[in-house]
């Protein structure tokens, strides 16, 4: 669990950071949305060259890029296999009672390629946008669901809060994990079952701590008055300049363009 990488902001002064927050949020958005419509894995081609170009533009490691895979890792596999397993069509082999089919192994490389793109695009959201920008994006965009008296502030808030919390505790855990192992603990040993029961000591201590920082973050903003329902002021106002409207117009006409593609 060292190393965690995403949900974590590198301070960049490139042209994606400077891209105002509601342009990468909305931009994420309608590339996770077409990203539905492939087809085949030659349609992916366009993402993955896009997703290199903004990974370049925004002079993030590849490396870095590519931890923020780790955590989620065990999904990817998971859910490939039950791609896998359960997919049917012609066999091309058995392994007891399972019947491994090409459909299965086309659908299983399919669907892992878009979990990839996927995390790897909300990973570049999260790298070039800081926690306050976030925040501001975001409820901007909620902004007009206000008038329906939508928590936009709040639930934005939210949002900034819990990812900028994943990489927090990541380290906390694997501080505690390294804590434990001092102590003789081992958690690599056994089959799955035992190493599951295994990390319940683990998770004690990290819930605890969880809650923890949370009233201390609670604290600190209370000390700050922040309070829920009132409005709140900004050191800088964020505004759409030309290179914004210019980006969120080529970005989708790219996902209009790659949408009637599938249908034609």
């Given at each position: 669990?060292?190393?965690?990488?995403?949900?974590?902001?590198?301070?960049?002064?490139?042209?994606?950071?400077?891209?105002?927050?509601?342009?990468?949020?909305?931009?994420?958005?309608?590339?996770?949305?077409?990203?539905?419509?492939?087809?085949?894995?030659?349609?992916?081609?366009?993402?993955?060259?896009?997703?290199i170009a903004m990974l370049t533009v925004a002079k993030i490691p590849l490396?870095?890029?590519?931890?923020?895979?780790?955590?989620?890792?065990?999904?990817?596999?998971?859910?490939?296999?039950?791609?896998?397993?359960?997919?049917?069509?012609?066999?091309?082999?058995?392994?007891?009672?399972?019947?491994?089919?090409?459909?299965?192994?086309?659908?299983?490389?399919?669907t892992i390629l878009r979990l990839i793109l996927i995390i790897l695009s909300?990973?570049?959201?999260?790298?070039?946008?800081?926690?306050?920008?976030?925040?501001?994006?975001?409820?901007?965009?909620?902004?007009?669901?206000?008038?329906?008296?939508?928590?936009?502030?709040?639930?934005?808030?939210?949002?900034?809060?819990?990812?900028?919390?994943?990489?927090?505790?990541?380290?906390?855990?694997?501080?505690?994990?390294?804590?434990?192992?001092?102590?003789?603990?081992?958690?690599?040993?056994?089959?799955?079952?035992?190493?599951?029961?295994?990390?319940?000591?683990?998770?004690?201590?990290?819930?605890?701590?969880?809650?923890?920082?949370?009233?201390?973050?609670?604290?600190?903003?209370?000390?700050?008055?922040?309070?829920?329902?009132?409005?709140?002021?900004?050191?800088?106002?964020?505004?759409?300049?030309?290179?914004?409207?210019?980006?969120?117009?080529?970005?989708?006409?790219?996902?209009?363009?790659?949408?009637?593609?599938?249908?034609?």
């Open positions: 669990m060292a190393n965690i990488s995403i949900g974590q902001y590198l301070p960049f002064d490139t042209f994606i950071h400077r891209l105002d927050s509601r342009v990468k949020i909305v931009g994420v958005f309608l590339y996770i949305i077409t990203i539905f419509f492939v087809g085949n894995f030659l349609e992916y081609l366009p993402f993955v060259i896009l997703l490396r870095s890029v590519l931890k923020s895979l780790k955590p989620l890792l065990f999904i990817i596999i998971i859910t490939g296999l039950i791609n896998l397993i359960t997919t049917q069509g012609n066999p091309v082999f058995k392994l007891g009672p399972v019947t491994v089919t090409e459909e299965g192994i086309y659908r299983t490389g399919f909300t990973s570049v959201l999260t790298y070039t946008t800081s926690p306050m920008e976030l925040t501001y994006g975001l409820e901007k965009l909620f902004s007009p669901l206000k008038k329906f008296g939508f928590p936009a502030g709040e639930l934005a808030m939210m949002i900034s809060i819990s990812l900028r919390f994943i990489p927090t505790l990541f380290d906390e855990a694997q501080k505690i994990r390294m804590a434990q192992m001092a102590r003789g603990a081992d958690f690599e040993s056994g089959n799955i079952i035992n190493r599951a029961i295994s990390m319940i000591p683990l998770l004690v201590p990290l819930f605890i701590n969880s809650f923890k920082r949370s009233d201390d973050l609670a604290t600190a903003m209370e000390a700050r008055m922040y309070r829920i329902g009132f409005e709140r002021t900004k050191l800088n106002e964020i505004s759409m300049k030309k290179a914004d409207w210019l980006s969120i117009s080529l970005f989708t006409i790219f996902c209009i363009v790659i949408i009637v593609m599938h249908f034609i």
